[in-house]
């Protein structure tokens, strides 16, 4: 009898016993029993029979893990804090051919069919001087930024260097931030190396995700696009990997493991020996500090841009409104850019001050006026939208922050000739209907488009000559070291869709017209005066760790707080507790929150700190995004 340590496929759980009669190889994929239930589980080592009685293997599959994949989810269980089991559950594995595997401990290395090659062969796209030189820098270096702003030919650089691959026989990957960007550069890609391309995303079909690890496991996907998951795709004679858009926050998972894949990315590139290319015409300033950067300014576009600001709270005025009738006038389209999605954020008692706030979480209520219903953002419950006050019963209800939603009500009632439409999570629901909403207003069948942060996305629209941009004092006021980054950002993405073919007006509402106007056509010397704000304080000087503590009994989570942060005080060195207490968001699904920031020089002093003294119900988030 054999025994078996296994690692159970996105379960929290340290590896388990199991036994088989026959020799099994490591990192085959099998199915056990847990809790009289069958789950997936992957074979980590071989162990000496235990004490206690072990359950058989029930059924070893024709899938494995290759070394360098169980090395890359080792990395991600020891840095970001999670079970073996976990990070493994990010990757899918390799499908064994019909030919013996041979040794596990070394790469499988799968032929491609024939032709497949000649099939992906593209001719040399036409690069510019410029772009040849940075294709040559990005290639020189094994970690680079492409810093390239709004048009000036970055994809086309990325196009060139897959091509490069093919010809060296080696495959590439593109990360791209989102779902929301998929459609358009997949069909750039698939243009450019046609069968080649495999797009991959959680909004494939199951069929379509069979197909699509059928071209990737007989070789002949050449190119493998997508958001995050792409990246744990099982992919041998790897070349390259491209981040686009580096600097996007859709990078960072908010479930456990609470990675960043450009960060995974980086490491893969060590691991794998090959180069990686971060890209953004908004580089985050951490990239913009650790890695050598080819800087690649103007665009093809020879069109003008005039900026101009209105200092006004977040509404749309007459001068907004005067210049949306304006461009409809001359037969031209418009972008206006909101922060929040349905059609106000809040609603609000003019008599008694009460806030509809969910029964769940501590966040207020967006009222969805086409449902006629309040919803929450965090956890989805919804209700009715009230007709007076449930607190003292008074009619005078008003709402608050204004949404896309009602900015489109509010636009279309004014041009009931133009065609307004509706730009966000709560339409967009699928990637059908983003080809289709991308489709009509590149075909001029949409006048107006009214969106959140997706209309930054990297989108190209061609004819837009008016952006107005909405809520960016709300942005940069935020209680976030990269609240200056991230407003600053969001404003040049989204300016960057206009103004493509013709000269174009962009509408800004900020009573922080000074901070943008220094900043605009200069985010290097933004990024460069920004690093003294962080220095000894934040990163990329500092690296950061938030600890979280979840549960419906509000009692037990600071409870567990207040134990761990004790421990921690009298148990570490080198690691400062910066502060503790409630979450911004104090209750999300009905689970009270609190949390603790650290602070260190490495990351290893952290992860030292947190594994003398973690408590059961602390859910640690390294490099985190969002706290208070």
Known sequence: MNYYNISILGSPLEPLTYKSSQTLELYKKVKVKLQNREVQGVIISTCREPEYKCLDILEIFEEFYSVKQIQLARFISSYYMCSLGEAIGLMSAFLVPTLQLGNAD?????????????????????????????????????????????????????????????????????????????????????EHFGESVVMWHSKLTPKQKREAKQKIDSGEAKIIAGPRSALFLPINDLGVIVVDE?????????????????????????????????????????????????????????????????????????????????????????????PTRANFKYLICQDCGFTYECVFCSVGMSIHQKSRALKCHYCNYTQAIPQV??????????????????????????FEDAKVEQFDRDVITTSSKLKKALKRFNDKETDILVGTQMLSKGHDYHGVTL????????????????????????????????GRKKNAKVLVQTFNEDFFKTYIDDYELFLNEEKEFRKELYPPYKKLCRILFAHKNGAKAIEAMHQMEEKLRYNTLHVEIVGSGKCAVERVANKYRFEILLRADKSTDIIKAISTCRHPLAEIDMDPIEFS
């Open 467 to 498: 952006a107005v941009v909405l809520g960016m004092d709300n942005m940069l006021n935020m209680s976030d070291y990269r609240a200056r980054e991230k407003a600053l950002s969001s404003l040049i993405q989204v300016s960057g869709r206009s």
């Open 106 to 190: 070394s790469e499988l290395c799968i032929h491609s069919q024939a032709g497949a090659w000649e099939r992906g062969e593209v001719t040399n796209l036409k690069l510019s001087d410029k772009q040849t030189n940075a294709l040559n820098f990005l290639k020189q270096h094994k970690v680079s930024l492409l810093f390239g702003d709004t048009g000036s030919g970055k994809t086309e650089i990325y196009m060139q260097y897959f091509s490069d691959m093919l010809q060296a026989k080696k495959r590439s990957i593109f990360l791209m931030p989102e779902i929301s960007l998929t459609p358009q550069m997949g069909q750039r890609l698939e």
């Open 246 to 338: 580096e600097h996007d926050d859709s990078y960072k998972s908010s479930s456990r493991p609470r990675y960043n894949a450009r960060d995974i990315a980086i490491y893969m590139g060590k691991l794998y020996d090959v180069p990686v290319v971060l890209g953004s015409a908004t580089p985050s300033l951490s990239s913009f500090t650790k890695f050598p950067y080819t800087r690649l300014k103007g665009g093809y576009y020879k069109s003008k841009k005039e900026f101009i600001y209105e200092r006004s709270v977040e509404n749309l005025s007459p001068l907004i409104m005067n210049s949306l009738k304006d461009t409809l006038r001359v037969e031209e389209q418009a972008i206006v850019f909101l």
């Open 389 to 414: 006050c449930s607190e003292c019963g008074g009619a005078n209800l008003t709402s608050s922050r204004l949404g896309t939603a009602e900015a489109v009500k509010i636009i279309s009632e004014e």
